[in-house]
C-alpha cells in the first residue's frame, strides 16, 4: 500500500526557516510527479511546487525565490525548504504525488490538485508577525 507521510511542520516568526519531509513508503516514485500544496484558512487547498522525474521544478508565484522542493531517491523522501517565511505562508502543508498516473503536468495544468492521486497527511506550519 502506498503511503505518504509528511513531517516538519511547527510555528516560526515572520523571516524565519522550516523544513518539510515527506516519507513514500511502498512504491518507489522516481517516475512520478512529486508536490506540495497548502490549505491556508479559509481558502481552498492550492500548490507550492513541483518536482518532476527529471528533477526540474515548478514554483507557484508566491513562494518563488523562497521555497525549494527537492527529493532523495535513496531516501525515497520530498522536502520542502521554507526560507523568509511570512504570516501569510500560514496553513496546513500536503505532499502529493501523481502515483499511479505519471508525471507532472506543466504551464496552466501545473500544480492542479485534481491532478495528484496520491496525498499525505498535512503538516502544520504557522507564521508570526
Known amino acids: 500500500q502506498v503511503q505518504l507521510v509528511a513531517s516538519g511542520g511547527g510555528s516560526v516568526q515572520a523571516g524565519g526557516s522550516l523544513s518539510l519531509s515527506c516519507a513514500l513508503t511502498g512504491t518507489t516514485w522516481s517516475a512520478y510527479c512529486l508536490a506540495w500544496f497548502r490549505q491556508r484558512p479559509g481558502e481552498e487547498r492550492g500548490g507550492v511546487a513541483q518536482i518532476d522525474k527529471a528533477a526540474d521544478t515548478t514554483y507557484a508565484d508566491a513562494v518563488k525565490g523562497r521555497f525549494t522542493i527537492s527529493r532523495d531517491k535513496d531516501k525515497n523522501t520530498l522536502y520542502l525548504q521554507m526560507n523568509s517565511l511570512i504570516p501569510d505562508d500560514t496553513g496546513i502543508y500536503y505532499c502529493?504525488?501523481?502515483?499511479?498516473?505519471?508525471?507532472?503536468?506543466?504551464?496552466?495544468?501545473?500544480?492542479?490538485?485534481?491532478?495528484?492521486?496520491?496525498w499525505g497527511q498535512g503538516t502544520q506550519v504557522t507564521v508570526s508577525s
Open positions: 502529493a504525488s501523481r502515483i499511479p498516473w505519471g508525471d507532472c503536468y506543466y504551464g496552466s495544468r501545473a500544480l492542479d490538485a485534481t491532478d495528484f492521486a496520491t
